[in-house]
């Protein structure tokens, strides 16, 4: 099965900087990465994804990059304000037809210090 | 959170006593989910649902079984409940309407066996 690796484990940042997290995955048929933002004692929101035809997607603050080739995908946030901390989890869907199967990354903790 | 309800929202149980966790939906989509969450592992997907009826199992599937007799509704139990089973469990949707990837997530459950 797919197997995802996530790195930094904890991130603490100053305020406007940028932070990067990436992610590396096992099955190169994996077609769908998914990024999440999880806050305290809530579910985790998706807030960015990229498709395997694609190598790079942004939304205002935030992009992702894939690079199939190497089975990596990184999560960008520029200019980060103190709302960014949070718990962000990386994911890869298997390629299981429609089903969405998703497996996570481990979690990183963003912190943005004033 | 999308249109999505757990209940209860945290539970303490004794060991060896079955559980049972429910999700609704008020989107009317064709997938849903069950994962668990505990640290260090992030998100791993128990059992998930493709319709009515229709249901397979994900990765930790051992000591858990589900029941999808409605489209907005999915039930996860615990028949005895263990230790080993305290985690938090989110429950998740996709669909169509999505296009089909595209995973939301309810606001989670908080279950602790004693």
């Known amino acids: 099965g797919e197997n995802v690796e996530q790195h930094p484990s904890t991130l603490s940042v100053q305020e406007g900087d940028s932070a990067v997290i990436k992610c590396t995955y096992s099955d190169s048929a994996s077609n769908y990465f998914p990024w999440y933002k999880q806050e305290l004692g809530k579910g985790p929101q998706l807030i960015i994804d990229?498709?395997?035809?694609?190598g790079e997607k942004k939304d205002q603050r935030i992009a992702v990059t894939l690079n199939k080739t190497a089975k990596h995908f990184s999560l960008h946030i520029t200019e980060t304000q103190p709302e960014d901390s949070a718990v962000y989890f990386c994911a890869a869907k298997e390629n299981t037809g429609t089903a969405s199967k998703l497996t996570f990354g481990t979690g990183t903790r963003l912190q943005v210090t004033l | 959170d999308a249109g999505i309800t757990q209940s209860p929202r945290h539970k303490v149980t004794e060991t060896g006593t079955p559980v049972t966790l429910r999700c609704h939906q008020t989107e009317n989509h064709r997938y849903m989910y069950w994962y668990r969450q505990d640290p260090g592992h992030g998100l791993r997907l128990i059992h998930y649902s493709y319709g009515v009826k229709d249901t397979d199992k994900g990765e930790v599937s051992d000591g858990y079984s589900v029941s999808r007799s409605k489209t907005e509704d999915f039930l996860l139990t615990l028949e005895s409940a263990t230790s080993s089973q305290t985690s938090v469990y989110f429950c998740?949707?996709?669909?169509?309407?999505?296009?089909?990837?595209?995973?939301?997530f309810g606001p989670g459950t908080r279950l602790t066996v004693t």
């Open positions: 990229i498709r395997s035809n694609v």
């Open positions: 998740a949707i996709s669909g169509r309407a999505m296009g089909f990837y595209e995973q939301y």
